[in-house]
């Protein structure tokens, strides 16, 4: 029964996925076509000049970061239900490793959101850190046609995820032979267990009760127009937007929690003048984190395959002799094989 | 949806909306007196919000939507949360939404809707608290799941309606040492969550310590009210999920006028109790530096996960 | 003593023995760490108290009465006199493996002491064997600060910690070991401590401090 919950969870994740990841890709896609960089570090300040494509990547990244009202907050929501009432089942070992994934759950979906608070804050809003984002301009219509398509999904699953929920739920039934684990029209009702989730009554909610913090303060207090006014700057002269936090400086505290795992290399040099040691001419700062995982993991594995390559063009060196050669060994290896198991 | 639900939920918003702001200055005028101050009164916090209310409205050059429309999200998450929680009675407006991780990640999206804001700027101040609040926002999150895996657990469902209603049946589970641990656990993400001490400091204005601060501190006006006032139902709910899941002695259980009254009253007692406990515990700490706040943040994720153990094994 | 109230007493006690490993752990001064050891002490008596009451031993009793004053107050003090000796800019620990890290290190322990002590739990499901897991983990987590702690002192902490936690596992599965082996046992810990504290202040002669990674001289 849990297990085809957890199966619909994964299948909810992989069609939010479907969804949502697109929509980002195709935000990103705009993004590169109209600034012709990648690096976060050197966007910003892009949401006067692409409003359609930060509105894109916005709803992408709400849907990407498990939070409500969005695609990936149903789908964690069922899964973290699966895993909490799988405790009960007999057995030491789900007893050690159900808490353990809820707590790698929930901080992936904890990483996730300040990932996305870094991707759209830094990528789309305050204002642009390098000349190819301060002359963007948006995206043309087919773009933004391919966006709104992947938008609309994005929307109508996290606002109805009942209408695939179901469907999923059967084949996950299928697959484990159990029942139908997920039933409700506009409510998620779980067959089982006293857990029920209202994606469309938590949007109805929200607006109501932003409805009802916009209007009340306009009745009760008279209106007045928006003065612009001058961000503060410690009253030391106009902002620069180097002195912007970038997206590296955004993870910084993250990535120096997390030290012991990502071991970036950092080593800063300080370059005196000639006529005193104590006056400081330059400190240049270098910081990389290397991807241990690509390191580790990738690069043996990688370096593994490339030394089969190798020694397998050995075998091959263009003699047709060599090779009617190989058949033939083949074939008398293979005699001697049967042979022997007889 | 019950009668009952739909009238404590509306005495809820009444309650968390007017009562927040005493909360916050009942803290304030608890920390004066303790450190020899007279204090300037439980309504000052009140005053303030009518002050800035009657000013005119700001926007800061370069801004976009986002700055603006953050106060209002903090606001609205707060108030679905404060209606829909089983506060004042044991039964819930809109039951389908008072499910604890529901609440939990309503409580977040307010949050991460103000270091957007934050970040929207593009000052240094404004980026800087984006990005502390939300590597703690990160690292509370396993703590606050696997704490609430724990209260789900002797009850069989993760429905904030059916954790209250099961505890007022059966108060022994409340000494339970899963309970307590995960109580603990608990008060350290609520004291993390909603900013105070010893994780941020609510009255600093020195940025090398400044988190929340540091995120609004363009805010000016209505907007700066809208925030103020948006932080305090925050403290508040989260006070109150707290005392709920633990102590939902006095909410009421079936509608009546009577027992109604009796379920707001002993959930304000409680709610302002556990504030002014927090305060003076206030009174006697330091600010953590922030990267020892990774440390208390792992110390309460572990007593959460020894409460589900205790939870699962005894 | 009711059933329900010897039961709560227990749990208390056992709860109180893991969190003061915790707090070992957590905290860095010195001072408060064998302030945290003296209350794990009292806990540990409690335990013996407890049962002593419940099975009406004099015996028991009596080696309830040692615990609390060797590990509540004999111990404490011999390592509060070698902390006074090492001045007051030794007060602090730094460990080999940060804080955060060796608090999940702790929920690791921990998780695997109750999956590994579950079977033998399972042989006599009791209010007091089911406190056994918590003795185990506070072995293991002994045993972790014996591993990662820089300096003597602080080891010899964790060594008393593995120490509590054998002693907590003999209350909880056989009721106390007889007053002769417990007695025997305390000895034998209270030595260990003395010659430790006169190894660490020779230490502190040589070497002018008592990091333990100092002794790779002698292998030299």
């Known amino acids: 029964m849990l297990a085809a919950l957890a199966l619909t969870a994964a299948l909810l994740h992989l069609v939010g996925h479907a969804a949502f990841k697109t929509l980002l890709f195709l935000a990103a896609g705009s993004v590169l076509h109209a600034t012709g960089t990648r690096d976060l570090d050197a966007l910003g300040g892009l949401r006067p000049a692409m409003p359609l494509t930060t509105a894109a990547f916005g709803l992408g990244a709400l849907a990407a970061s498990a939070l409500p009202p969005g695609t990936a907050f149903v789908s964690e929501w069922v899964l973290l239900q699966s895993l909490v009432h799988g405790l009960p089942a007999p057995g030491v070992a789900t007893s050690v490793v159900l808490p353990v994934a809820v707590a790698a759950v929930a901080l992936t979906a904890g990483l996730a959101v300040a990932t996305f608070v870094k991707a759209f804050g830094i990528g789309f809003l305050a204002r642009p850190r390098s000349d190819a984002a301060a002359t963007a301009r948006e995206s043309p219509p087919t773009m933004i046609a391919g966006m709104a398509l992947a938008g609309f999904a994005c929307v109508g699953l996290a606002v109805g995820p009942t209408l695939v929920l179901p469907a999923l739920g059967r084949v996950a039934a299928g697959l484990s032979r159990s029942e139908v684990p997920v039933t409700g029209a506009t409510t998620i009702e779980l067959t089982g267990i006293a857990a029920a989730l209202s994606p469309m009554g938590l949007v109805l909610a929200l607006t109501a009760a932003a409805v009802l913090v916009v209007g009340l303060p306009r009745m009760l207090l008279a209106h007045r127009t928006r003065r612009q006014a001058r961000l503060w700057d410690c009253g030391a002269g106009p902002l620069s937007s180097r002195m912007e936090y970038t997206a590296t400086s955004f993870a910084e505290p993250l990535a120096r929690v997390f030290d012991n795992v990502l071991q970036p290399v950092q080593d800063v040099d300080v370059t005196h003048h000639r006529e005193s040691r104590y006056l400081v001419q330059a400190v240049e700062y270098r910081r990389r984190v290397p991807d241990r995982v690509e390191r580790r993991l990738y690069g043996p594995v990688l370096a593994a395959a490339a030394a089969w390559g190798r020694a397998g063009r050995r075998l091959a060196d263009g003699s047709v002799h060599r090779y009617l050669g190989y058949g033939f060994a083949t074939l008398c290896a293979l005699l001697v094989l049967l042979v022997g198991i007889r | 949806m019950t009668g009952l639900g739909l009238w404590s939920g509306l005495l809820q918003a009444v309650l968390v909306v007017g009562g927040s702001p005493l909360l916050v200055g009942l803290m304030r005028q608890v920390r004066a007196r303790l450190q020899g101050r007279a204090g300037p009164g439980v309504l000052q916090p009140w005053r303030h919000l009518r002050k800035l209310g009657r000013r005119e409205p700001v926007a800061p050059r370069g801004t976009s939507e986002v700055f603006r429309a953050a106060p209002v999200l903090l606001v609205s998450t707060t108030l679905v949360v404060a209606v829909v929680a089983p506060f004042v009675s044991t039964s819930s407006a809109f039951g389908p939404v008072a499910d604890l991780f529901a609440v939990v990640a309503l409580l977040a999206l307010g949050a991460v809707g103000l270091a957007l804001a934050g970040i929207d700027t593009g000052t240094a101040f404004g980026g800087m608290g984006a990005s502390r609040a939300m590597t703690i926002l990160a690292l509370v999150e396993p703590t606050l799941l696997v704490a609430v895996f724990a209260l789900s657990v002797p009850v069989g469902s993760t429905s904030l309606t059916a954790i209250v209603g099961s505890t007022l049946h059966d108060p022994e589970r409340v000494i339970s040492p899963g309970s307590l641990l995960a109580g603990v656990a608990l008060l350290v993400v609520v004291v993390a969550e909603t900013g105070r001490l010893p994780v941020d400091n609510p009255s600093t204005h020195l940025e090398l310590t400044m988190v929340h601060e540091a995120t609004v501190l363009e805010y000016a006006g209505p907007d700066l009210a809208l925030v103020e006032l948006g932080t305090a139902m925050r403290l508040s709910v989260y006070l ?75 | 003593m009711t059933d329900a109230l010897r039961i709560q007493l227990i749990d208390v006690a056992a709860g109180t023995l893991l969190l003061t490993a915790v707090l070992v752990l957590w905290r860095r001064e010195l001072s408060v760490i064998i302030r945290v050891y003296t209350v794990q002490g009292v806990a540990l008596a409690g335990i013996a108290a407890v049962l002593a009451v419940d099975e009406g031993s004099a015996e028991l009793g009596a080696v309830a009465l040692g615990v609390l004053v060797l590990r509540a107050g004999v111990l404490p003090a011999v390592l509060r006199r070698a902390l006074a000796g090492a001045g007051p800019e030794r007060r602090i620990t730094r460990p080999l493996v940060n804080v955060a890290a060796s608090l999940l290190a702790a929920a690791v322990l921990t998780l695997l002491a109750f999956a590994v002590s579950q079977p033998l739990v399972d042989l006599a499901p009791s209010a007091t064997t089911r406190a056994v897991p918590i003795g185990m983990a506070l072995v293991l987590i002994g045993f972790f600060v014996l591993v990662t702690r820089r300096r003597a002192l602080s080891q010899l902490i964790g060594f008393l910690l593995m120490d509590n936690g054998i002693t907590a596992v003999g209350f909880l599965t056989t009721a106390g070991v007889g007053l002769v082996v417990e007695a025997g046992v305390a000895l034998d810990v209270l030595l260990v401590v003395l010659v430790l504290q006169v190894l660490t202040s020779r230490m502190r002669d040589v070497f002018g401090r008592t990091d333990l990674d100092e002794l790779r001289e002698l292998h030299d």
């Not at chain 2, 709920?244 to 009577?258: E, H, I, K, M, Q």
């Not at chain 2, 707001?264 to 109790?273: E, G, N, Q, Y």
């Not at chain 2, 943040?297 to 094994?313: I, P, Q, R």
């Open chain 2, 240 to 314: 109150g999920l707290l005392v709920n899941l633990f102590v939902p002695w006095g909410a009421a259980t079936s509608p009546g006028v009577v027992a109604l009254l009796v379920g707001t009253a002993a959930f304000a007692t409680k709610v302002a109790l556990v504030g002014a406990a927090l305060a003076v515990a206030e009174v006697f700490l330091a600010k953590l530096r922030l990267f020892r706040v990774p440390e208390l943040l792992a110390g309460s994720f572990l007593l959460a996960l020894l409460a589900v153990t205790a939870a699962a094994f005894l």
